[in-house]
């Protein structure tokens, strides 16, 4: 029976030994056994020679040769190689020392001479039995290893955090001192190289490769190192100690700073094989000269695809976040583009938002087709402090060189190239600066370095340019640009809605200034807001209005109840610049005195009985706008003193507040008293008279004009018959005469009421009154009015308040009881005042 095992090939022995009879007797004895013995060496360099040319399993080693070099040496080289091959140890006087030498190469056996046949047999078989059994432990070993270094960096999706990731691994294989890893993307023209130095702790620090390469590089090569690399030291491979370092040195010059900068005296080189197309590199550094062998390099080897994994996988989440970021920019931009929005406020936002994609300093939107009747730049920002603000061409361009013909044809020149997509960095910057003054010019003044530009097209036409500058001289890569390229065409869109809107905007204007002009005929046409009547009387009113209502000063309506004041006050508000602000009425007459304060100031919560939570008063909510107070002559003394402080110093302070709250808020007051005959009886303060009167408007009752009662009757006719679901379209003659007739006490409102109350009984289409009007016996309270043919400007109103304070105070400025304190304003303010209106302390009202 023939066992299995007679099939299996014995292996190929190599036998070193010096002495001829004793090879040849051995070489005998194991061909007769079975074994195929390769060849004899007499020498450590002959048997180096004879293992190059054909490796044995096995090497039968003489210590004690007669040479140089002893079997010890030529043991420390086969565990060096880069699979290490086993040997056993041939001796005639092996003494206790040389075992201990001979047992630090880890030799599979000794054989002690002379030699018995079967002791030889029996050695190889067990040195083949240990050999077999090592290299299956050391297979483990690697797939344990390679697991562990898999599972430590597989995963992780930031370069830096990678790279330390990867040094941890391989140091716990391979002790080294510094760590390079460089990736070289030729497709992207981008270069990453990262070093790291190991501690005293046995952690990673990063090393500054400008501090690496100081002296040895221009900066310019600096400065592209994250497109290119400084040299072709990656291109290398294998261990290199002593001469081969030294040589290494002399033709990379990231060798040579890595010697002479941190005294490394050996590298190993590691090529790592991408998927993608890539120049990978992992170079590990020792500052001793023999940092590393043969086996060192090959426990690298053995977890290099875990490492180039990792690599691949790192690239590839990196290219989905570049994407990612890619389409959340063009998002971002879209929303930047809302409408409502001028480009204005709009191209700052999408800088700031591209600017997180990749770093600039200026983001320009040139448009194609018309640029030499544009200003240079239509749309620029530039980074200032970290934000970016608008530029213009008057911000950086000289008007005279602006003007130039030359100028302006460099302008023109730039088009063509502003339509085909450009980088420009390096010399390529430099070259288009001496192609073209006008980029010369921009990059000199705003000490830009580097640009590149994509055109924007639309309807397959190119609209405009999207340029981007920086100060830095190789801030974009050929990537930068296929993902501007990307955002333009985003940009195009919002371009074309922005184009759409601000067409729509214009349109927009033009039928609002229509529809202003019209409704402004309207009103001419068809009496002053919603005030009827067209008598002179009126008419003055009406030019009052219009001469006070553009200004912000206080005004006084004065007139008798029912007489329509606060129409007068909401025309004055409608016409001036708070008309998109609210009015606010306050009816000094309706609240009670201690709660009129509330009202119009507010109070806090728990200020008094009742205040369960804070109050907004009526100041605060006219802020902006027009606070009106109607029957101002009701205010209580003890208020009116707030509300002139309120008037004069322009701020608040809320019931049981702690603070002073600033106000801007017109005030506009009515009353139906005579507040002249108030101050004198004493129930209206003098000061809080003179601050609301600065332009007083009376108010004409309907008996002064009687011309616009039919107008009127036929208004609320009309509003009746609506109203009332029952057809009045006419009024009897004999009821209008006595309309005209009538006296009307209560006015406008009167006349209203009894209109109504005569269309409930009617049971026609013409009105007849209810009942007689009945002349009145109410006596009238009297205004001090101006001539109704004329109403005085300002200056005027002010020249007769002036006058009024002089001649109550004894025409004494100064002092208590002087004009100026009558008048609440500072002495020095109403001399000037009174130089100016040429008024004479001693001249009297009316001259």
Known sequence: MVLPSEFIPLPKLLIVEDEFLIANDLSRMLQKAGYQVVGTAASV????????????????????????????????????QTVPIPFVFLSANLTDSILEVAKVTQPFGFLNKPFREKDVLTTLEIARYRHAHSEEARLRQQQAVQ?????????????????????????????????NLRIGL????????????????????????????RGEVEEGLIQKLDREAPDRLGEEQGVFTGDAFDQLCERYITARSCRDNFGVRSLVLFPIQLKRKSFTTIILSSIRADGFTQKDYQAVSLIAPQIALALDNLLAYEEIEARRQTKT??????????????????????AAVINELMPFDLLAVYRIGRLLESATIDMAVQKQGGVFVAITEKDVVPQPLADQASWKQGLADMETWLVEPAINVGQQFADIQ???????????????????????????????????????????????????????????????????YEQIKVLSEHLEQEKTYLTEEIKTSHNFEEIIGTSSSLQTVFNAIGQVAPTDYTVLIMGETGTGKELIARAVHSLSARRDRPVVKINCAALPAQLIESELFGHERGSFTGATEKRIGKFELANGGTLFLDEIGELPLELQAKLLRAIQEKEIE??????????????????????????????????????????????????????DILPLTMHFLQKISKKLGKPIINIANASLQQLLQYSWPGNIRELEHVLERSAILSQS???????????????????????????????????????????????????????????????????????????????????
């Open 329 to 350: 920019t063009e998002l971002a931009i879209v929303n930047a583009f809302q409408n409502g929005k001028d480009s204005n406020a709009i191209i700052p936002q999408v």
């Open 434 to 500: 001496q192609r073209s003054a006008v980029s010369r010019f921009y990059a000199e003044a705003l000490g830009l370095k580097s640009s590149m530009y994509v055109p924007i097209f639309s309807k397959g036409k190119p609209i405009a340019a999207l340029i981007l500058a920086s100060k830095a001289a190789y801030a974009f890569t050929p990537k930068d640009l296929c993902t501007l390229q990307d955002i333009s065409i985003e940009l195009a869109l919002a371009l074309e809605n922005l184009s759409a």
């Open 45 to 80: 360099a002959e048997a180096k020679a004879m293992v190059t040319q054909q490796t044995p399993d096995i090497v039968l080693l003489d210590i004690f040769l007669n040479d140089d070099q002893t079997g010890i040496d030529l043991a420390n080289w086969l565990n060096g």
């Open 186 to 213: 030729p497709d992207e023209v981008s270069f990453y190289w990262l070093m790291l130095a190991k501690t005293d702790v046995n952690t990673f620090e990063r090393v500054n490769l400008a501090m690496l390469l």
């Open 765 to 847: 289409a013409t009105l007849t009154l209810a009942e007689p009007l009945r002349a009145a016996t109410t006596s009238f309270p009297s205004f001090v009015v101006q001539s109704s043919e004329e109403v005085k400007s300002i200056d005027d109103a002010m020249r007769l308040a002036i006058l009024a304070a002089l001649a109550k105070s004894g025409n004494r400025i100064r002092g208590n009881g002087g004009a100026a304190e009558l008048l609440n304003i500072k002495p020095t303010t109403l001399e000037a005042r009174m130089k100016k209106l040429n008024i004479s302390a001693y001249q009297q009202p009316g001259s």
């Open 147 to 179: 697991m562990a270094v898999n599972n430590a960096i597989v995963t992780i999706q930031d370069r830096d955090q990678l790279c330390r990731a990867i040094a941890d691994q391989i140091n716990k294989l391979v002790p080294f001192s510094f760590l």
């Open 654 to 707: 809320r019931v049981g507040g702690k603070g002073v709250i600033l106000i801007n808020t017109r005030i506009i007051a009515a009353t139906n008293r005579n507040l002249q005959q108030e101050v004198a009886a004493g129930r209206f303060r003098s000061d809080l008279y003179y601050r609301l009167n600065v332009f007083p408007i009376v108010v004409p009752p309907l008996r002064e004009r009687q011309e």
